[in-house]
C-alpha cells in the first residue's frame, strides 16, 4: 500500500511541477510581446508629452473636498 501512495505522490509531484513550470513560461513569453509592442521615444519627445507641473496646484475638486471635509 505504501508503495502505490508513493507512486501517486511522485506524479503529483510531476504534474506540480509542471504546471509551475508552465505558468512561468507562459508569463515569460506574453510579458515579453507587451515590451516589444511599445515603440521607443527619444529622449525630446519623452520630456515634451510630459505635463510641466510641478508641486502642489489647489483645482477646484480639491477645495471643494476641503469645504465639505469642513463641515
Not at 29 to 44: N, W, Y
Amino acid at each position: 500500500m505504501s508503495s502505490e501512495k508513493s507512486e501517486r505522490n511522485e506524479s503529483r509531484r510531476v504534474f506540480l511541477k509542471g504546471l509551475v513550470v508552465g505558468g512561468a513560461a507562459v508569463g515569460v513569453a506574453a510579458g515579453s510581446g507587451v515590451m516589444a509592442a511599445e515603440p521607443a521615444l527619444k529622449s525630446d519627445q519623452a520630456e515634451s508629452s510630459l505635463p510641466k507641473v510641478k508641486g502642489y496646484q489647489e483645482t477646484a475638486h480639491v477645495r471643494r473636498f476641503y469645504d465639505l471635509a469642513r463641515s
